[in-house]
């Protein structure tokens, strides 16, 4: 008989496997589960050189999955970059880029953040001179909480190009002085990718950052991870990483087409070069990404409806597709051939408007290749229309869901504000998706938009439409709110699926990998609103103890 190479017994475990819910005691070998069963079933597969793990009633449940994270950007800015968080005021935002600029010399680029909407009145109407008054021999670029906005002084816009007398920048918005006409240092998507690039990180940088990263998401349970928009540098790391056995999760990487934040849009022959050489054991690349709109604090995500006069916007105007990144025919085209070479994309869309135009491509794409395995992602997927809802399941389309980007936060006034209290009680509309058929995944999106990547708070944000942190009381949309189980789903199972290893990881089943977690309580019978604060015990990956706490 087979003998394990670890047992795991007095234990509750939550397989999420449909037939077998529940069980006592976990047997794993190589790396991924050799049974599951009673402990005295399990015991049989002792042997001489298996490691028992006895948990006095502790729960074992499936490692979790993060469908849309930033884990380079995450890390470095939790390493090397600005942050003063979600709630700091602007003075103290400049304080810190005053520090930075005295630590460092003027050869570094002083990056960081974040900075707000409800910050832009007291800015004036030429932000870049508050900069400039900090310093003008450094190069300093400051992103929104969104990340599709920056704040530059002269030095970064003159590096940059972005001076007077330059042509825009299609798709993307800069800022001029009424009184001067120069760049004010505002931009917004496209136009932030010139100042973007200014930022580099260093091979010692980036292999210190993917250590802190897999050291934080294993803290928090994850054994999956979806990077959702990698350019080369990114899918160098992570390919370098996992050659060193220090990539500590299963991940995906969407390898860019079309973003604002890079340019020109990367050719698919290209592409295919990028996926053929960073391919690795731990790290599949059978992914794109694109945008199809920004976001609501610049305007820029694409809506059905006008935003809110009150914002200042100009209703008479309105166009829904003005704020469409990419045009119809050109999108629709962008899907068919991403599609035909076997690239599963995740599309950016914020606004009904973007995300009909998301859905009108994947049909574009079922039309002209036939339906395919591959099931096409809309990220964040915020405001769906009604038409629409049902269009998910019809499509085998997947609705990504970022809680952490909805529930009430630093942000939520803003929202309100520019797209009025009705509009967002259709936001993130989980309730709804669910009823139609639409299969959901969990993304946070940190370091964009979210403090954190715990997916806790967003878990348990999902139950309750509250955000734990008491600094922000109320509820938003709560007869959106989902159960437990029908939220669990999307960070464990469903993920699996869009990671493209079903029957392989999301759920406790033998010949799946040996990926789980270890709980001091079952969270099947904690209040929702204490999900939010659980901490793993253990984290294992492969049968591998990534994080012990």
Request: glycine share 8%; aromatic share 8%.
């Amino acid at each position: 008989m087979i003998k394990a190479d670890r047992i795991w017994t007095g234990c509750n475990i939550l397989t999420l496997d449909q037939h077998t819910p529940r069980s006592r005691a976990i047997a794993t070998r190589k790396g991924k589960i050799l049974a599951i069963g009673t402990t005295s079933e399990i015991k049989n597969l002792v042997g001489p050189k298996t490691k028992e793990h006895s948990l006095a009633g502790k729960l074992i449940m499936p490692g979790l999955i993060e469908s849309h994270t930033h884990v380079l950007w995450g890390a470095c800015r939790s390493l090397f970059d600005i942050y003063v968080g979600f709630e700091a005021s602007l003075s103290e935002l400049l304080d810190a880029v005053k520090m930075k600029c005295d630590q460092v010399g003027p050869d570094r680029v002083i990056f960081g953040g974040p900075w707000r909407p409800a910050m832009r009145a007291k800015m004036g109407s030429n932000p870049r001179k508050i900069l400039d008054a900090i310093s003008e021999h450094h190069t300093i670029v400051l992103h929104d909480a969104s990340q599709h906005l920056m704040w530059c002084n002269s030095k970064a816009l003159n590096l940059a190009g972005i001076v007077k007398g330059c042509n825009g920048i299609p798709g993307g918005v800069i800022e001029f002085d009424p009184a001067t006409d120069e760049p004010n240092g505002i931009l917004a998507e496209t136009a932030t990718a010139p100042v973007r690039a200014l930022v580099k990180r260093s091979l010692v940088e980036l292999a210190s950052a993917i250590k802190e990263a897999m050291r934080y998401f294993n803290s928090m349970g994850f054994t999956g991870l979806k990077e959702p928009m990698a350019f080369e540098e990114e899918l160098k790391t992570y390919y370098l990483a996992d050659q060193r056995g220090e990539l500590t999760v299963h991940m995906a990487a969407h390898i860019v087409h079309s973003s604002p934040l890079g340019g020109l849009p990367v050719p698919f022959d290209a592409m295919d070069e990028l996926r053929k050489k960073y391919s690795h054991e731990n790290l599949h690349l059978n992914f794109a990404k694109i945008f199809i709109d920004g976001v609501a604090p610049g305007f820029t995500a694409s809506f059905l409806e006008p935003y809110m006069p009150e914002s200042g916007y100009d209703v008479a105007s309105h166009d829904p597709d003005r704020t469409l990144l990419i045009p119809r025919d050109k999108l629709n085209n962008m899907l068919i051939e991403l599609d035909d070479r076997g690239y599963t994309v995740k599309m950016h869309a914020v606004g009904d408007n973007a995300i009909r135009a998301g859905l009108n491509a994947i049909e574009a794409a079922r039309s002209a290749n036939g339906m395919s395995r591959l099931r096409h992602e809309i990220a964040h997927c915020n405001f769906v229309s009604d038409k629409d809802l049902s269009r998910f399941k019809l499509l085998e389309a997947v609705a990504e869901l970022s809680p952490k980007m909805w529930y009430p936060n630093p942000g939520t006034s803003i929202q309100i504000s520019l797209l009025g209290n009705t509009r967002m009680q259709k936001n993130h509309r989980l309730k709804d998706l669910l009823k139609a058929g639409a299969e959901m995944i969990y993304g946070s999106d940190w370091p964009a938009a979210a403090p954190d990547a715990n997916p806790w708070s967003g878990l348990s944000g999902m139950i309750t439409r509250c955000n734990s942190d008491p600094s922000y009381p109320g509820v938003l949309a709560p007869h959106q709110a989902i159960s437990l189980f029908d939220a669990l789903p999307l960070f464990t199972t469903n993920g699996a699926r869009a990671l493209g290893m079903e029957g392989l990881a999301g759920k406790l089943e033998q010949g799946h990998w040996a990926d789980f977690i270890v709980l001091d309580e079952d969270i099947l019978k904690m209040p929702p609103e204490q999900i939010a604060f659980v901490k793993p015990k253990m984290t294992i990956w492969k049968d591998q103890i990534v994080y012990e706490r």
